[in-house]
């Protein structure tokens, strides 16, 4: 089903709510509603009917000062959805107003949630705040990254002006696995601090969560462990209890998606009990 939220302000928020349902041994999107430019075009099944695939657009390609977008997924009993995006995401220079983007996703009993968004770049002079929540049942499957940029590269240009608010929080049966907060001004201390970004542009952290994680832990982190940044940065990886770790501290995006595409490739057989098949929009 695929329906309009009404419009019920002049302002232009953006809302999609996405509803994935196993239907025998297929996955479907059964519900698909937005309002503003936010928006999913079509179910896809890259790897067969058990995996459904959906593509987040956000039109505008950028986010502006006082937008306010908004992402709920529900995934059902069983159902295994994966959810990319077509390129990277652009947080816009404001002139005053914040920008909010608030992601809520629940994992039922037996599902699987993979979310692999491309990089995030935090135009200098941008004010955003980022909260993602991620609500796990008992057996529920969760593998996903975040890599956030900071300025644009490419234009030598560095965070020295606004503001950036984050809050990640991962949840097993109503039991936190994982929270993370943390604010930036433009020219923060901890940008340079070797106990914060050390100087670096780019960070990205990679989280996987499932019920056999515990048995599986050591040898997963050997192999990952195995696997390097190409471009040399600094990188961790570590098990929590129920939860494995993984992060990027450097100046390349590229290098740090493509690092967690490689731990992807080692971690999704034994988190999602499937091989690794490349979402074929990461190479257009």
């Known amino acids: 089903m695929t329906s309009r939220l009404p419009l019920t302000a002049p302002t232009w928020p953006a809302e999609l709510h996405l509803g994935f349902a196993r239907a025998g041994e297929r996955t479907v999107l059964r519900e698909n509603r937005?309002?503003?430019?936010?928006?999913?075009q079509k179910a896809l099944y890259p790897e067969g009917e058990a995996v459904c695939q959906a593509i987040l657009l956000h039109p505008p390609?950028?986010?502006?000062?006082?937008?306010?977008?908004?992402i709920v997924a529900e995934i059902g009993a069983g159902a295994h959805a994966q959810l990319t995006t077509p390129g990277a995401?652009?947080?816009?220079?404001?002139?005053?107003?914040?920008?909010?983007?608030s992601i809520d996703f629940a994992v039922a009993a037996g599902a699987t949630l993979e979310w692999l968004p491309q990089e995030t770049i935090v135009f200098d002079g941008a004010e955003a705040r980022m909260a993602t929540r991620v609500r796990?049942?008992?057996?529920?499957?969760?593998?996903?990254?975040?890599?956030?940029?900071?300025?644009?590269?490419?234009?030598?240009?560095?965070?020295?002006?606004?503001?950036?608010?984050?809050?990640?929080?991962?949840?097993?049966d109503q039991k936190p696995l994982w929270i993370e907060r943390g604010g930036l001004a433009g020219n923060d201390p901890m940008l340079s601090s070797p106990a914060g970004w050390s100087g670096a542009t780019v960070c990205g952290t990679l989280l996987c969560a499932?019920?056999?994680?515990?048995?599986?832990?050591?040898?997963?982190?050997?192999?990952?462990?195995?696997?390097?940044?190409?471009?040399?940065?600094?990188?961790?990886?570590?098990?929590?209890p129920g939860l494995l770790v993984a992060r990027y501290l450097g100046d390349s995006s590229e290098a740090a998606r493509s690092w967690f595409a490689n731990l992807w490739a080692i971690l999704r057989p034994a988190c999602c009990t499937r091989p690794a098949v490349t979402p074929r929009i990461w190479n257009t």
Do not use: M, N
Not at 65 to 70: A, I
Not at 138 to 162: K, M, N, S
């Open 34 to 40: 937005h309002r503003g430019p936010l928006r999913v």
């Open 61 to 70: 390609s950028g986010i502006a000062g006082g937008d306010q977008l908004r």
């Open 89 to 101: 995401g652009k947080w816009y220079r404001s002139s005053g107003a914040e920008a909010t983007q």
């Open 136 to 172: 796990l049942a008992a057996d529920a499957r969760y593998l996903g990254w975040d890599i956030l940029c900071l300025g644009r590269a490419a234009a030598g240009e560095r965070f020295e002006h606004g503001r950036l608010d984050l809050d990640y929080r991962i949840e097993r």
């Open 210 to 240: 499932f019920p056999e994680l515990p048995q599986a832990a050591a040898a997963l982190l050997e192999t990952c462990r195995a696997v390097a940044p190409a471009d040399g940065a600094s990188h961790a990886l570590s098990a929590l």
